[in-house]
Nanobody
């Protein structure tokens, strides 16, 4: 079992920045890829970014160049640095941790970008 605790969500103005954090606990040695998803009102949940245990990253086109995913394996924590935020980035953001047989999800944290 893996437990994920997110922090850093909140309300920011357009053009601002926000950093999300997600700490993992439990069977942390089973974790491979970490990621962030988001779900905006009326839209499907989408994959925002992923990072492998070796540090390889992938981003959704909508956030590429603005968001940066990173991880600190010593702290069992993944981060999402969000810059140049836009109102369309408003969503509930979910942290994930992928193991060999299951994808674990955080509780979700609200990010609201005001115009």
């Amino acid at each position: 079992q893996v437990q994920l605790v997110e922090s850093g969500g909140g309300l920011v103005q357009a053009g601002g920045s926000l950093r999300l954090s997600c700490a993992a606990s439990g069977n942390i040695f089973s974790i491979n890829t970490r990621g962030w998803y988001r779900q905006a009102p009326g839209k499907q949940r989408e994959l925002v970014a992923t990072i492998t245990s070796r540090g390889s990253t992938n981003y959704a086109d909508s956030v590429k160049g603005r968001f940066t995913i990173s991880r600190d394996n010593a702290k069992n924590t993944v981060y999402l640095q969000m810059n140049s935020l836009k109102p369309e980035d408003t969503a509930v953001y979910y942290c994930t941790a992928d193991t060999k047989n299951k994808l674990y999800w955080g509780q979700g944290t609200q990010v609201t970008v005001s115009s």
